[in-house]
T-cell receptor
Framework: DAGVIQSPRHEVTEMGQEVTLRCKPI?????LFWYRQTMMRGLELLIY????????DSGMPEDRFSAKMPNASFSTLKIQPSEPRDSAVYFC?????????????FGPGTRLTVL | GEDVEQSLFLSVREGDSSVINCTYT??????LYWYKQEPGAGLQLLTY?????DMKQDQRLTVLLNKKDKHLSLRIADTQTGDSAIYFC??????????FGKGNQVVVIP
């Protein structure tokens, strides 16, 4: 299996622009998580899905952030408009119900820089 | 809410042992984990311990769990340069979710 795939790996954009991050979870996994990592706040859970349905989006910072999962093999995290304080590494992770010890498998992350 | 606390930085000489500590809050967690993040990469599960265990040994890794104090530690024996990374403690909090600590950067000095 290819593991969790994220694209792009790096994104540099200007303040006010729309940013879309993409994730392909591991086939057969029914949970998908979006995290944000910064030096100040560590690893924060933004939102997670189960069977393509958003379960908890309480970690989404504000209305500028939105996430979708149109099918079991694809999810997007969108920031519109982007701001410099959104600069961070964004990780997608997936897991499956009944999987061994609830392990989450992480993608390589997208490093976002907003100028 | 769930809160996992870790110290931030540790430097260790190659060949020495390193110990990373963590405290957690959810006493009902079924599993506790140590994840490793190498530079420029995502987190990868290093080891885990079931909540009814006190200790788990896995080659150079020893995990100790003190449920009374909600304290988890990871000992790496014979630390090698490839062990330089950020180590995250995490606890299971239901619905396949994990609560992560802020991470502890380990730097191995040759």
């Amino acid at each position: 299996d290819a593991g969790v795939i994220q694209s792009p790996r790096h994104e540099v954009t200007e303040m006010g622009q729309e940013v879309t991050l993409r994730c392909k979870p591991i086939s057969g996994h029914d949970y998908l998580f979006w995290y944000r990592q910064t030096m100040m706040r560590g690893l924060e859970l933004l939102i997670y899905f189960n069977n393509n349905v958003p379960i908890d989006d309480s970690g989404m910072p504000e209305d500028r952030f939105s996430a979708k999962m149109p099918n079991a093999s694809f999810s997007t995290l969108k920031i519109q408009p982007s701001e410099p304080r959104d600069s961070a590494v964004y990780f997608c992770a997936s897991s499956r119900t009944g999987g061994s010890y609830n392990e989450q498998f992480f993608g390589p992350g997208t490093r976002l820089t907003v100028l | 809410g769930e809160d996992v606390e870790q110290s931030l930085f540790l430097s260790v000489r190659e060949g020495d042992s390193s110990v990373i500590n963590c405290t957690y809050t959810d006493s009902s967690s079924t599993y506790l984990y140590w994840y490793k993040q190498e530079p420029g990469a995502g987190l990868q599960l290093l080891t885990y311990i079931f909540s009814n265990m006190d200790m788990k040994q896995d080659q150079r890794l020893t995990v100790l769990l003190n449920k009374k104090d909600k304290h988890l530690s990871l000992r790496i024996a014979d630390t090698q340069t490839g062990d330089s990374a950020i180590y995250f403690c995490a606890e299971s909090i239901g619905n396949n979710r994990l609560a992560f600590g802020k991470g502890n950067q380990v730097v191995v000095i040759p």
